[in-house]
């Protein structure tokens, strides 16, 4: 896979001079046509080039997007920092005029196999420092892996130690620090967002539980008008259902119902609630409650005898799974 480096700037490190800098400038490009491995280059910004208009500059290893001086700078900056001595800020420019969905940002191809989180610290400030009045109503922070945002801020604030879990991937990803208008119009005061101690956290083992799981009916007759396929799931000691989320648990395949209306189907939030915990089975542990569209789950089925597999996410990769039989009687319409 090739990197390519449009849109880039000079890529020659800080304090080094143009003459004779043909082997630094040969690896600067092997450095952006090689996409890392299983971790971020130059994650404390300490190395950096400059980039038109002086003095504005970027980190070394990142590709500049959306290059766009007159409206937005990049910054390799000593004024805030929480490793070594630099971090990287992108920001707009004042009095300038922006268009909804404008942005700027960093961008590094990552080999992301086996990692799990993403870990920085960013903050959001107006040009100056955290002393300058104003918000920033106009303007929205991001960090984008493979396109796909993982961590939003439009608060004005310092975010230290803020790990983001990502979605297991195989092979090479984009990482992208993003500084996005949200609003059209005039900004009057410049605005800054700042990273530094930006590093890959592997992903930890996977484990998997047994989980009790009990499917009310257990027969199903296709010529029935019923709605719903009614399943309890008892989790083991040390596990509390209160960590179930709907949304990931499936039977068979098919996803749990989930509604967002709470006062027709509160049962069906995809949290836990008074409403959605039951002792089904009477041994004095409490069960999840969720429910499943039986035409759904009769499509998955094949007539006659079935062992359905329960399945769902728990917090820290832990998965829980576990096994019922249903009997699916009728003639297929």
Not at 268 to 288: F, I, K, Q, Y
Request: net charge negative; aromatic share 10%.
């Amino acid at each position: 896979m090739t990197n390519t480096c449009t849109n880039t700037r000079s890529i020659l490190p800080a304090g080094v001079g143009r003459a004779g800098t043909l082997g630094l400038a040969l690896a600067a490009v092997l450095v952006c046509s090689t996409p890392s491995a299983a971790a971020i280059f130059n994650g404390s910004f300490e190395q950096y080039y400059s980039v038109a208009p002086w003095p504005d500059s970027a980190p070394s290893s990142w590709r500049l997007v959306n290059y766009d001086h007159t409206r937005f700078g990049s910054q390799v900056t000593t004024v805030w920092k929480t490793d070594n001595q630099r971090c990287v800020g992108i920001f707009s420019r004042y009095n300038q005029f922006f268009s909804p969905g404008d942005y700027q940002s960093l961008s590094q191809v990552v080999n992301l196999t086996g990692i799990g989180r993403i870990a920085f610290d960013a903050r959001l400030a107006n040009y100056g420092g955290e002393t300058v009045l104003g918000g920033f109503d106009d303007l929205e922070v991001t960090v984008l892996v493979a396109g796909v945002p993982v961590w939003t801020q439009t608060s004005k604030g310092t975010y230290l130690n803020q790990q983001v879990n990502i979605p297991r991937r195989t092979g090479y990803s984009t990482v992208e620090l993003r500084l996005t208008a949200k609003a059209g119009g005039q900004f009057f005061t410049a605005h800054w967002a700042q990273w530094d101690n930006l590093k890959l956290i592997e992903a930890p083992v996977e484990t998997i539980i047994d989980a009790s799981v009990e499917v009310d009916p257990d027969t199903l007759n296709l010529s029935s008008k019923g709605n719903w396929v009614t399943c309890y799931i008892e989790l083991p000691e040390g596990y509390d259902i209160a960590n179930i989320d709907a949304q990931k648990v499936t039977l068979a395949g098919v996803s749990a119902y989930v509604s967002e209306d709470e006062e027709e189907r509160n049962w069906a939030s995809r949290e836990t609630r008074v409403s959605n915990t039951v002792d089904h089975d009477g041994d004095g542990v409490l069960e999840r409650m969720v429910k499943f569209d039986r035409s759904a789950v009769q499509a998955a089925l094949k007539i006659g005898d079935n062992t359905v597999l329960v399945e769902g996410k728990l917090p820290d990769y832990v998965t829980f799974r576990g096994t019922d039989a249903i009997h699916v009687t009728g003639k297929a319409k």
